[in-house]
């Protein structure tokens, strides 16, 4: 797909309620960053950027530095829902190889982090009412220590790390933070997954029905 023609609204998921999660949503049901306008348009639905700033700077090494990103999130991300992000050194014998790649996974997210996020600053709007902007156009490195700040202050807080789930749809990978009352929650969404779930239901009645 081609810079300046973004995939629609509904191929692109907002509703992870972190924005690294919403990165890892980018693989399912297709690769979604696999260009510089798809990652464009996500940068923006995913608030990463004031609505309306150029991204016309991006270039072709973008999308792979972001999948790189959501590659290492998804080790840890991981990790953080089977309770096994341990430090170096927690792993035993025979896990010491998967042990290795979240250490790996791990300084590469907390190297990413450590770049400056894109500098905001108040401006006026149309209506005369302050809005935010962006001091200047941002870097790459600079949206991706978004992200892997978000990643951070996720995995090193026990009460968020407690309401990661994993979809129960079939096949479906998406990983959200749980914010229902009793964490309930069971679908990634209700309209996608979840009206999946309940199509499926009913289709399974009218069977037995039938039989």
Known sequence: ???GTPPSP???RFDAGRVC???LAT???LERLDAVGPLCAWIAGSGLVPPGTGLTHAGPAWPGAFRELR???GRLVAAGLSGDLRPHGGARSHDLARSHDLDLALARVNDAARAAPPAPRAVP???GALVRALDGPPE????LAVVARDAVELLTDPAARARLR???GDNCPIVYVDTSRGRRRRWCSSEVCGNRERVARHRRRAALARA
């Open 125 to 127: 709007g149309r209506d």
């Open 21 to 23: 999660l919403d990165l």
């Open 10 to 12: 509904y191929d692109l």
């Open 140 to 143: 790459c490195a600079a949206l």
């Open 1 to 3: 797909m081609a810079l």
């Open 71 to 73: 590659a290492d999130v």
């Open 166 to 168: 994993q979809c129960e």
């Open 27 to 29: 693989t399912h049901p």
